[in-house]
């Protein structure tokens, strides 16, 4: 794999050179003010990403799937119902886990490429008049499928349900690069982790809570230790670490709010519902259907697309690696074989998008699937050029230092 292109995988993401050089550090004793320093502006700066006042934040060393396992243990207890969706890889892993720690899943199973059905939470939600169901699950974008859920509407279910249940999300591949908005759509836990929209290597679990999951956790009696809240958050309000924290990482964290703010949130979100435009259109103009049901349900980190009948996604993805060093998404779980998927997350450009979609074409056209050569990127073409936003040479994802 030539290091010089880039990946089309949704996370880990490519990883700007500001970023490389920010998570290049040396030793410092962790023990020392030097690290509290730079811990606090890294857990202050996901507050704002999250656009959380009220909740905390919280880092491990450890990746998305380590922030969900953090989640459930702190905050519940086993035998405890929770309620999930199951529409995708990630949003099934996140079951397998909870089952793993012996809590009773409700699961309300949909198609691959629908949402977490908010409509059908609130039934079950409406009908549980005892409050034996403890939690909410939500993958905000189901990344295997290339789904965004709608959170706003599943706190609406557990409102207009007047049920009491934690909303706990799974803002893995969304965080950071689509709008979320913690306080506001009254998420109580939010996990995702360093390397999507965080641009970052692999290693940091980030978590936001809310007020409400932090009161849980004391009652919870689901095991942990490594990953107890408590600790992280006593530790971590006195500019520590309740063991080795990875200081690296955590430089990197600031720096990567950093780049973020500069560029602007909202402008940030924008971006990414360009590129992911471009690569819908490009989809579009070889006739291949997305998984996703419908419009409305569209990411914007990632889009699978499906392969026509008779061939395989899995080989679309394995010939661009080998041919033109160029990383895509394979499909997973139910969707294996079926798709293949374009990461288009992090930092990205539009001219990096092109590349994306150009490659995909050529490793399409070489499998014999009917794609014209240029079709996809011409359509994609159109469309940049038609809505780029001129942003000048100061842009974050190539200022160096
Ligand atoms: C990547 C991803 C995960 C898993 O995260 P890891 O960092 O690989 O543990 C979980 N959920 C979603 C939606 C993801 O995209």
Known sequence: ??????????????????????????????????????????????????????????????????????????????????????????????????????????????????????????????????????????????????????????????????????????????IASMDFRMDEWGVDIAVTGSQKGFMLPPGLAILGLSPKALAAVDKAECARAYFDFRAMLKASDAGGFPYTPPVGLIRGLTEAVEMLEEEGLEKVFARHRRLAEGVRRAAAAWELPLCAADPSLYSDTVTTIRVPEGFDGTEVVTLAADKYHTAFGVGLGDVAGKVFRIGHLGAMTDVMALAGIATAEMAMADLGIPVRLGAGVAAAQDYYRNSAVPHGADHPVWKAA
């Open 1 to 174: 794999m030539h290091t010089q292109n880039p990946v089309f995988i949704p996370g880990p993401t490519n990883i700007p050179e500001r970023l490389r050089r920010a998570v290049d550090y040396p030793t410092i004793d962790h023990r020392s003010a030097v690290f509290g320093q730079m811990l606090k502006p890294a857990r202050e700066g996901v507050k704002r990403i999250l656009k959380t006042e009220k909740g905390e934040v919280l880092l491990f060393p450890a990746t998305g799937t380590g922030a969900w396992e953090a989640a459930v243990t702190n905050t519940l207890s086993p035998g405890d119902k929770v309620l999930a969706a199951c529409h995708g890889m990630f949003s099934r892993r996140w079951i397998d886990l909870c089952r793993g720690h012996k809590l009773n899943v409700e699961v309300i199973d949909r198609p691959w490429g629908e949402g977490a059905p908010a409509d059908a939470f609130e039934k079950v939600l409406s009908a549980d008049t005892g409050h034996k169901i403890k939690a909410v699950l939500v993958t905000h974008n189901e990344t295997a499928t290339g789904v965004r859920s709608d959170v706003r509407a599943v706190r609406h279910a557990l409102d207009a349900a007047g049920h009491p249940a934690l909303l706990l999300v799974d803002g893995v591949s969304s």
